[in-house]
């Protein structure tokens, strides 16, 4: 069964400083991953996502994230974190599983605290 | 539609009652996914429809919940015998069947059991 770790529940980040919230994952052939953001009172937007090629992808707001395959990791950074980047980030993936289909299975979130 | 469209924003009703929640997904997403979301917690999976099936129904909670999914399209989840712990945002998401597409959400439906 596919999976997806986010180990740390909130992340404090002083205003200006470069941020990173992690994610790690486990599934069988290769993953397709992506990151979403919620900010308060708001729906779920997608980031970025990566599906081959380089390891580094850039998405929405200066945001990126670095596949790493032998970590099994993807995560998410910033280099100048901002108070308006202050939310709720969620990380996913999607991959076949042993029914054949593909299912996106999200991890349970990490809260994103940048402080002026 | 343009995008994912859930019906009514916001539900308020009185514990025991039944209530019904819709998800009308962008047009030709064959995927589609119900979520719950405690007040500013992370997602919790409830089932996952491709077409009209279900593959996956194993974050139903209890037999309280089902869901259906009609034509390909529309799908409402049901919830018989509210409970005030029933009290959350429900979230839709659909995609296309190809594994590099991303999901799109809905605004989510505020139920609120009293």
């Known amino acids: 069964a596919q999976s997806v770790a986010q180990p740390e529940d909130q992340v404090n980040v002083a205003e200006g400083n470069p941020l990173t919230v992690k994610c790690t994952y486990s599934v069988s052939g290769n993953p397709y991953l992506f990151w979403y953001v919620q900010y308060p009172n708001r729906g779920l937007q997608f980031l970025l996502k990566?599906?081959?090629?380089?390891?580094l992808v850039k998405g929405s707001y200066g945001f990126e994230a670095e596949f790493n395959k032998s970590q099994t990791s993807f995560h998410l950074k910033k280099p100048s974190a901002l108070v308006s980047d202050s939310a709720l980030y969620f990380c996913?993936?999607?991959?076949?599983?042993?029914?054949?289909?593909?299912?996106?299975?999200f991890g349970t979130g990490t809260k994103l605290q940048v402080i002026p | 539609g343009a995008g994912v469209s859930q019906s009514p924003s916001n539900k308020v009703t009185e514990k025991g009652k039944d209530v019904e929640l819709r998800c009308d997904p962008i047009?030709?997403?064959?995927?589609l996914y119900w979520y719950r979301q405690s007040l500013g917690q992370g997602l919790e999976f409830l089932i996952y429809?491709?077409?009209?099936?279900?593959?996956?129904k194993s974050g139903l909670p209890s037999d309280r919940f089902s869901a259906e999914r009609t034509g390909g399209s529309v799908s409402t989840l049901t919830i018989q015998r509210t409970q005030q712990e029933d009290s959350a945002v429900y979230l839709c998401?659909?995609?296309?069947?190809?594994?590099?597409?991303?999901?799109?959400f809905g605004q989510g439906t505020r139920l609120t059991v009293v």
């Open positions: 998401a659909s995609s296309t069947n190809r594994g590099n597409t991303e999901a799109f």
């Open positions: 429809f491709q077409g009209n099936s279900a593959p996956d």
């Open positions: 990566y599906i081959t090629g380089d390891n």
């Open positions: 047009s030709g997403h064959t995927a």
């Open positions: 996913a993936v999607r991959a076949f599983n042993s029914g054949g289909y593909q299912k996106v299975t």
